[in-house]
Nanobody
Framework: QVQLVESGGGLVQAGGSLRLSCAAS????????MGWFRQAPGKEREFVAA????????YYVDSVKGRFTISRDNAKNTVYLQMNSLKPEDTAVYYC?????????????????WGQGTQVTVSS
């Protein structure tokens, strides 16, 4: 079992930055691929970014490339999402996710573990 707890959401003006954190329980964190999803009101949950547990490869949805950066600190069992140049359309609840298989995060969006979500609101 893996438990995920997100933090770092909040209200920010367009063009600003936020850093989300996701703390994971368990001793095998480094073996898991980690990801971030988001869900805006009235929309389906969408994949945002992921980082592989095996080699640290990163993946992003096109709309955040060049603005968001995913990283991980295995010593702290934590994954981060640095969000820069935020836009009002980035407003959503952001969810952390974990799975031993990166494909379940990036391709089919069905990871085994989910966090409870953290709200990000970007004002114009």
């Amino acid at each position: 079992q893996v438990q995920l707890v997100e933090s770092g959401g909040g209200l920010v003006q367009a063009g600003g930055s936020l850093r989300l954190s996701c703390a994971a329980s368990g001793r095998t964190f480094s073996r898991y691929s980690m990801g971030w999803f988001r869900q805006a009101p009235g929309k389906e949950r969408e994949f945002v970014a992921a980082i592989s547990g095996s080699d640290g490869s990163t993946y992003y949805v096109d709309s955040v490339k060049g603005r968001f950066t995913i990283s991980r600190d295995n010593a702290k069992n934590t994954v981060y999402l640095q969000m820069n140049s935020l836009k009002p359309e980035d407003t959503a609840v952001y969810y952390c996710a974990a799975d031993s298989i990166i494909r379940r995060i990036v391709v089919v969006a069905t990871p085994d573990y989910w966090g409870q979500g953290t709200q990000v609101t970007v004002s114009s």
